[in-house]
């Protein structure tokens, strides 16, 4: 069986792990602030913030923007339903931008035009989330323009994106943007088991997260109390969560993000073995990279011509010669919880085109030359 997508954890990533087993420490301890400085410095950002899951992140990261009953959150409607999801934990309202047809990255020319709209009828939204699909970053410096002119915060969803590089710099640097949430679930770019990290350069939003995920208590001055308080005093300050990573999912991490470049590089030569291959097919390959926007390569997505039917044929072609191609994503606003808030068919439609042709074929770091010519031939006997 070849899944879409798979860790890669060595020797050393399992003895990075073990030599936690072995310590005082297994829940969070003195590797998780490593693991965040390492990210932070890997990203150049200020601040680093790690959680339990890129979901707990999204969660946080909202809460901290201020995020709750009343306000409004747009993002795209193609990407993980976590990206929504979060936003109705904090009692917010969300609502969808459509997608550029050739990246299905948040389109910019749509967003401005939403944005308008949402002036002229008063309710503008108070946090805007591109997602940075498939590893390539959106436009965020036009996002950050527009953030400028209507007064919104910028939280990128980065979950495919660790390692990508947006005018010439890191993906979650924090330059165009207010913070930055990856994840660390087994098919991302990097792992930690389940986790999740926040960048930022705000030091307050960093503050408030890191209350936020561990119930909101403080332990360290000042505190309210008076300056006698015995040393097992704690103050819950605000209602937060568990959302806490462990120092053996940390230490993961810190030794996967060792090998993150060269991973990439795997994944750009396999990516270019499948551009080559399917040079002459009807098929065509979703967000390329320019010389200012380099990408995580965290999905290859083809586009087949002939729409749904075709996908269908391709999809279970695949599936009934062992290769697990799966569909990033059924657009966020189709799915039954969402309709029942109100959305529907026709309402993105460059995001529903997108979807009735996707298909993620497999990539991941140790996916072999035969596997891929494998699933290369499969292709080719169907489009
Ligand atoms: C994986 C993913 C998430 C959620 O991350 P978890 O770590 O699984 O909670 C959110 N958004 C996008 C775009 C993702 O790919």
């Known amino acids: 069986m070849i899944p879409y997508g798979r860790q890669d954890v060595d020797e050393n990533d399992i003895e990075a792990v073990v030599d936690v087993l072995r310590s005082d420490w297994l829940t969070q301890g003195p590797v998780v602030p490593m693991f965040e400085q390492a990210i932070a410095d890997y990203c150049c950002a200020r601040r680093a913030v790690a959680v339990s899951s890129g979901t707990a992140g999204l969660h946080l990261a909202y809460l901290a923007a201020g995020l709750g009953p009343g306000s409004l959150l747009w993002t795209s409607p193609i990407t993980f339903v976590a990206s929504a999801n979060a936003a109705l934990y904090c009692g917010a309202e969300v609502d969808f931008v459509d997608v550029e047809a050739d990246t299905a990255n948040m389109s ?85 088991g389940e986790g999740g990290i926040v960048t930022t350069n705000d030091d307050a939003l960093a503050e408030r997260m890191t209350r936020l995920r561990s119930h909101g208590i403080e332990k360290t001055p000042p505190l309210l109390s008076d300056d006698n308080a015995g040393g097992w005093y704690y103050e819950q300050q605000a209602l937060g969560f568990n959302y806490r990573l462990t120092d053996m999912q940390a230490a993961l991490g810190l030794s996967q993000l060792q090998r993150l470049d060269q991973f990439i590089e795997d994944r750009a030569r396999l990516v270019k073995r499948y551009d080559e291959a399917f040079a002459d097919c009807a098929l065509r390959v979703v967000g390329s990279p320019s010389d200012a926007l380099s990408t995580a390569h965290h999905l290859y997505v083809v586009r087949v011509d002939g729409g749904e039917a075709v996908r269908r044929q391709l999809y279970d072609h695949l599936h009934a010669n062992e290769v697990m191609a799966q569909v990033h994503y059924i657009p966020v606003h189709l799915q039954p919880y969402y309709r029942d808030k109100g959305f529907g068919p026709g309402d993105f439609p460059h995001a529903e085109a997108y979807y009735a042709g996707a298909l993620s074929l497999p990539l991941f770091p140790t996916l072999t030359d035969e596997q891929q010519d494998k699933v290369i031939r499969l292709v080719k006997q169907i489009v």
């Open 108 to 192: 910019v020319q749509a967003l401005e035009a939403k944005l308008e709209a949402a002036e002229r009828n008063g309710r503008l939204p108070d946090v805007v989330v591109p997602v940075h699909f498939a590893g390539l970053p959106c436009d965020l410096e036009s996002i950050d323009e527009l953030a400028q002119r209507f007064g919104f915060t910028v939280i990128e969803d980065a979950s495919h994106a660790l390692g990508a590089r947006y005018c010439s710099r890191p993906v979650g640097n924090g330059r165009f943007a207010d913070m930055a949430v990856f994840s660390f679930h087994p098919v991302k770019n990097i792992t930690t």
